[in-house]
T-cell receptor
Framework: DAKTTQPPSMDCAEGRAANLPCNHS???????VYWYRQIHSQGPQYIIHGLKNNETNEMASLIITEDRKSSTLILPHATLRDTAVYYC??????????????FGKGITLSVRP | NAGVMQNPRHLVRRRGQEARLRCSPM?????VYWYRQLPEEGLKFMVY????????ESGMPKERFSAEFPKEGPSILRIQQVVRGDSAAYFC??????????FGPGTRLTVT
């Protein structure tokens, strides 16, 4: 799986949009971009994933650049409960060894009141 | 639909004892993954199982650790002769089709 790089931390004000960047310059054509988050030592929580089109669900939006070398996770209206470590992961979908998730250090998002 | 369940949530073992961690996947999910998070470190993959089969155990320590996912019942991660370095949070995840993985709350193992 391709490696990703994320800034170690960022903060944003409650109610504002949080834009979390991720670089994955060596991503392959068949690799998806996944985002998970971990709130204070809880189990990681799936947020969203995409291949090349922008995606939106009830939690967030995922914007992937046209060359697919970077992406941004957008939390449109951050709340204090969104304070967590956010992991950007790229992976091939498939069975066997391709199934595992490889977590990096992630980015710590702090939402301030 | 209940999420992934893990028990116990907290487990204390003395050095040399055995630890058994249980994971019940979401209903209908036949893929189970175990991950370990050492203190102040990231999550590391350990093993991937599909009913009665180990698919990928590339992250499992070579000794003392084993995992199973029987036809009936929960998946079990077993650690024999625990040492202090085994103290960590152990997370189980399940998936329907090896795509999105849904995680349980974890078991925090403390070895004294």
């Amino acid at each position: 799986d391709a490696k990703t790089t994320q800034p170690p931390s960022m903060d944003c004000a409650e109610g504002r949009a949080a834009n979390l960047p991720c670089n994955h310059s060596t991503i392959s054509g068949n690799e998806y971009v996944y985002w998970y988050r971990q709130i204070h030592s809880q189990g990681p929580q799936y947020i969203i994933h995409g291949l090349k089109n922008n995606e939106t669900n009830e939690m967030a939006s995922l914007i992937i650049t046209e060359d697919r070398k970077s992406s941004t996770l957008i939390l449109p209206h951050a709340t204090l409960r969104d304070t967590a470590v956010y992991y950007c992961i790229v992976r091939v979908l498939g069975r066997g060894a391709n199934s595992k998730l490889t977590f990096g250090k992630g980015i710590t998002l702090s939402v301030r009141p | 639909n209940a999420g992934v369940m893990q028990n116990p949530r907290h487990l204390v073992r003395r050095r040399g004892q055995e630890a058994r961690l249980r994971c019940s996947p979401m209903k209908g999910h036949s893929h189970v993954y175990w991950y370990r998070q050492l203190p102040e470190e990231g999550l590391k993959f350990m093993v991937y199982l599909q009913k009665e089969n180990i698919i990928d155990e590339s992250g499992m320590p070579k000794e003392r650790f084993s995992a199973e996912f029987p036809k009936e019942g929960p998946s079990i991660l077993r650690i024999q002769q625990v040492v202090r370095g085994d103290s960590a949070a152990y997370f189980c995840a399940s998936s329907l089709d090896s795509y999105e993985q849904y995680f349980g709350p974890g078991t925090r193992l403390t070895v004294t």
